[in-house]
């Protein structure tokens, strides 16, 4: 007959469970999460990320700094929320999102990172990857729209690639978001019912959906042939969209030094109203419907 379960029996069955998941975030470099992040505290902690990262848009500015970031991950990873977290605050002219459509039968017939170089930053940009060259390393390569021949290429040459962009000056981040297969599944159902989100569920994504193995083994040969310490893989726990947010942004304000410039303190000018009255023109206004 089995034994009821004593108060201190329970409490250590749940200390040792406790003990054995930090054990194994701190194997797998990361640390438990702790208790769930309130918006209040995540809206309060982007706000101060926000301005900082205003703080960079004006130091690349001013310096003429060339910054390429590209996000990685398997779908619903949250590297969309990620990149609208970043870029929410900053002016589009210097931040500038490329998420590059499938290629065009021209593009397919040129060198495969031909079609990236223009996009890559000038002076006084901060171009964001969403998706980059890498989708020959896993979107193309497991799904089958290249061959392996192609796939072993590109990880023999992209490192070269990367070295060339640094060495022109150029500041590469690179950052896989990484998910649980569980997390991973129930994103995809939360896209399923939600109108605003239909759109992220693509044919492609439940093709991919039933092929975890494959993408977690092309991943793993993409970051030995291509973390290097020119452009180092840094891989990012996304099991909670808000701290990963906040997570990511902290860590890329780090790899870029960057201070405070002076800035002149704004007055609003005075201004006269009234000398003019509007003309009576037919316009046609939008129903005020709130």
Do not use: M, W
């Given at each position: 007959m089995e034994q009821p379960v004593g108060k201190k029996s329970k409490e250590r069955h749940k200390h040792?469970?406790?003990?054995?998941d930090a054990e194994a975030a701190d194997a797998a470099g990361t640390t438990p999460i702790a208790e769930t992040l309130s918006n209040k505290d995540y809206l309060h902690r982007l706000k101060k990320l926000h301005a900082e990262l205003v703080t960079l848009q004006q130091w690349v500015v001013k310096k003429g700094l060339k910054v390429c970031i590209l996000f990685e991950g398997r779908d619903g990873a949250g590297k969309g929320g990620t990149i609208k977290a970043i870029t929410e605050r900053v002016?589009?002219?210097v931040f500038r999102i490329i998420a590059l459509p499938a290629p065009t039968e021209r593009e397919k017939s040129q060198m495969y990172l031909q079609r990236y170089v223009p996009h890559l930053p000038a002076a006084g940009e901060v171009v964001i990857f969403d998706r980059s060259w890498y989708n020959r390393a896993g979107v193309e390569r497991v799904m089958g729209f290249c061959t392996e021949e192609e796939a072993?290429?590109?990880?023999?040459?992209a490192p070269s690639f990367e070295k060339m962009m640094v060495g022109t000056g150029i500041i590469l981040l690179k950052y896989w978001l990484e998910v649980s297969p569980e997390e991973q599944t129930r994103r995809l159902k939360a896209r399923i019912g939600d109108g605003r989100k239909t759109w992220k569920l693509s044919p492609m994504d439940l093709k991919s959906y039933d092929r975890w193995d494959d993408y977690t083994r092309a991943r793993d040969e993409m970051f030995t042939a291509t973390d290097t310490s020119w452009a180092p893989w840094y891989v990012a726990i996304s099991e909670d969209k808000k701290?990963?947010?906040?997570?990511?942004?902290?860590?890329l304000l780090k790899q870029i030094p960057h201070k405070s410039l002076p800035t002149e303190?704004?007055?609003?000018?005075?201004?006269k109203i009234g000398r003019y009255k509007p003309a009576d023109l037919p316009i046609k206004y939008v129903p005020q419907v709130l």
């Open positions: 040792k469970a406790k003990h054995h002016s589009p002219r072993q290429h590109f990880l023999l040459v701290r990963v947010r906040l997570n990511v942004i902290s860590h303190e704004v007055k609003l000018p005075k201004r």
